[in-house]
């Protein structure tokens, strides 16, 4: 065992290898003088040590044992939880066992014992990290999602923007505060929590004037859904349509479908969910939507229209190795008596999309009189007035040239220059 004197020169001489950044032999001092019930900061500085060297698991074992017994020790808990930061969080990995998940909750929660929220610790980024985790890898993650964000103070966490630069131009990205109040709004509506959901939905919305990844469009989206799931259907197809004139996505229009649904409007939820199928999406992301087009047909008697669905949802699900829900098979079997043609491809569908649309929406014709420079928009001459249209409104995408004859109808639309809502032509087709 060290003497009294040797240990008071060894001590001394360790703290000024560590003040020279001499890690290695610094290590070979403290661990002289280190032991269970040495100093407290003897026991850091030979933590600080190990993490020099990289030696984290040393570190983090020395640092738990003095966090055991010194828990007021702020310096040594903070440090405590950057090390675990650089263990477990700082690189996402691709993969992730069960047991993996359910340690790195653990160990997340933890830290939440003996740190606090503010910038001398890894509290916000190892919560952010493993909030991250569980949305890419978790199963069933909102309650867990939930947990972790309850245990943070949303007026602490920044508003300010990330920026990064991309083909040599600034880019943003959403603050902490901002996507708490996605993920939290997310986790809420997912658990059903829908007058929760609404209240944080509005406290985001009145927090923010500028909005990053199409979250203003998502949070109208979801208070929306809640708003409809508490009886005010009005109201949330209103602001569905609001999101759609922002951010025409699929998924939203799919809502405003079901929402006509609960209102027994089938002729409107039927509009809605073409709408939404005839985006350019990929089927696989729609699957569950053409097999609810499916069931509504057959509801309004269209049993060969329904097939056609029917058969499309099943055929993706095949090609995709998912199994057929049993609902789904059972209706098939019940309809294939009908000997109807099994073999359905999506552009045999887009006609019967189109159709509807322009059906519900009126059609109209008219020749293209101007293409604006670039190709990417241009205006529509039709019964003496000129719409405004952009190529991507075009049903297939071929290339369009001025005097084409044309099908299109009016939609709603967003003027970005003049900051004001609009109109302008939608789902064109060429006439040959």
């Given at each position: ?9 060894t ?5 000024e ?19 269970s019930?040495c ?29 055991q ?6 310096h ?23 047991q ?15 740190t606090?929220?503010d ?7 190892i919560?952010?990290?493993?909030l ?16 972790l ?16 630069e991309?083909?040599?131009?600034e ?33 985001a ?34 602001d ?5 004139v ?5 998924s939203?229009?799919?809502?405003i ?23 350019s ?51 098939y ?26 059906k ?51 939609v ?9 809502k ?11």
């Amino acid at each position: 065992m060290i003497n009294p004197n040797e240990f008071s020169t060894t001590r001394s001489e360790a703290k000024e290898l560590k003040s020279q950044k001499n890690w290695q032999d610094a290590v070979i001092l403290y661990e002289k003088i280190y032991s269970s019930d040495c100093d407290r900061w003897i026991a850091w500085e030979y933590a600080d040590c190990l993490k020099k060297l990289s030696r984290l698991d040393e570190s983090i074992e020395v640092s738990k044992a003095l966090l055991q017994r010194e828990r007021s020790l702020l310096h040594n808990n903070n440090f405590l939880s950057w090390l675990l930061y650089e263990k477990y969080f700082k690189k996402i990995k691709e993969k992730y066992t069960y047991q993996d998940l359910n340690q790195l909750y653990n160990i997340t929660l933890s830290v939440s014992t003996f740190t606090s929220q503010d910038n001398k610790s890894a509290y916000e980024k190892i919560i952010f990290q493993m909030l991250k985790i569980i949305k890419n890898h978790g199963n069933n993650p909102t309650e867990k999602m939930l947990s972790l964000l309850e245990k943070l103070d949303v007026d602490k966490l920044s508003e300010e923007a990330g920026k990064y630069e991309r083909n040599g131009r600034e880019q943003e990205y959403q603050s902490k505060k901002e996507m708490y109040y996605s993920l939290k709004t997310k986790a809420l509506f997912d658990c059903e929590k829908y007058e929760d959901c609404i209240v944080c939905c509005d406290e985001a919305l009145s927090r923010f004037t500028q909005f990053h990844h199409d979250n203003k469009t998502w949070l109208i989206a979801r208070k929306a859904v809640c708003l409809a799931e508490t009886g005010d259907t009005d109201t949330a197809i209103s602001d569905l349509k609001e999101a759609v004139v922002h951010r025409n996505h699929w998924s939203l229009f799919e809502k405003i479908a079901k929402i006509y649904l609960i209102k027994n409007d089938n002729n409107m939820a039927l509009l809605y969910y073409c709408r939404a199928a005839i985006t350019s999406d990929s089927p696989k992301m729609k699957v569950s939507l053409y097999f609810d087009m499916a069931k509504l047909l057959l509801s309004m008697d269209d049993t060969k229209s329904a097939w056609k669905h029917l058969c499309f949802a099943k055929s993706v699900r095949e090609k995709e190795g998912w199994n057929i829900p049993n609902e789904m098979e059972r209706l098939y079997n019940e309809i294939s008596s009908h000997n109807y043609d099994s073999d359905i491809k999506s552009h045999q569908l887009k006609d019967f999309w189109l159709n509807t649309i322009y059906k519900s929406l009126g059609q109209r014709i008219g020749i293209v009189s101007k293409m604006n420079g670039g190709g990417k928009s241009g205006f529509i001459e039709s019964e003496k007035r000129s719409y405004f249209f952009k190529t991507s409104a075009i049903m297939g995408k071929p290339y369009i040239n001025a005097k084409d004859r044309v099908s299109f109808c009016i939609v709603d639309s967003y003027d970005a220059k003049k900051k004001q809502k609009s109109t302008e032509c939608g789902y064109i087709k060429i006439e040959k």
